[in-house]
């Protein structure tokens, strides 16, 4: 009885990360989408040089700045009505024994060539023949995860939600943003794969639709 309670325990759990790994997914996705924009419009202005200078383009960098640091503090939330990925890592590595080698397997069906492959990407995540992913291992990606973020969510905390008193010396670089935006797209991908067996190898957009029509048209009419 005490063992199926837990095996309920552990699949309400793991079906609860799930749902978690999908709104990390929804979220990072969102914020490579405005990068892309951003990047575009960067593209656009650069390349034509009878674009003039204008003090739009130095709001629209804050806008962009401000929205993305925004969204990568998000992701590093450990309070306990957060869903981030920081909210992930943190639980998985204090219950290491659910995402285990046999619910891996069972995401990729009875096929010998899907099993065969499931167990060769599991080795990746706990080690060969390791039949739990050892909490260790979560917790270096989170701790990796925290360090790189840390210089976005101190400007975050210190002066984009609120006014705080203790100055902040530096505020955080492009580089560093953009640092923490690519490892948040390899953890994304990493626990998608963990947890869906669907694999994200990058977040960045395949835009439907030719969204710099826009930009080939004047806009003033005057």
């Known amino acids: 009885m005490g063992s199926d309670r837990q095996r309920e325990i552990e699949e309400a759990l793991n079906e609860k990360w799930k749902g978690w790994i999908e709104k990390v997914y929804d979220e990072t996705v969102a914020l490579f989408a405005y990068r892309s924009f951003y990047r575009g419009v960067v593209d656009i202005t650069h390349g034509n040089p009878n674009i003039p200078a204008s003090s739009f383009f130095d709001a629209l960098g804050v806008w962009y700045s401000t929205t993305q640091v925004i ?11 957060a869903t981030s990925l920081a909210r992930l890592l943190s639980n998985m590595a204090a219950n290491p024994s659910v995402a285990t080698r046999a619910r891996f397997g069972e995401l990729f069906g009875k096929g010998e060539r899907w099993q065969r492959h499931a ?11 390791v039949d739990a992913i050892p909490a260790e291992r979560y917790q270096q990606d989170l701790d990796e995860f925290l360090e790189v973020t840390r210089p976005i969510k101190d400007y975050v905390d210190r002066v984009v939600a609120h006014t705080d008193q203790r100055e902040l010396t530096n505020a955080p670089t492009f580089e560093e943003l953009n640092a923490a935006i690519e490892l948040l797209e390899k953890l994304l991908n990493k626990y998608m794969v963990l947890l869906t067996a669907t694999s994200v190898p990058s977040a960045d957009p395949v835009h439907q639709a030719d969204w710099k029509a826009a930009f080939r048209v004047a806009w003033l009419q005057d």
């Open 71 to 81: 969204a990568v503090r998000r992701q590093t939330d450990l309070d306990q009505q």
């Open 119 to 129: 167990q060769e990407q599991y080795d990746k995540y706990a080690g060969a023949g």
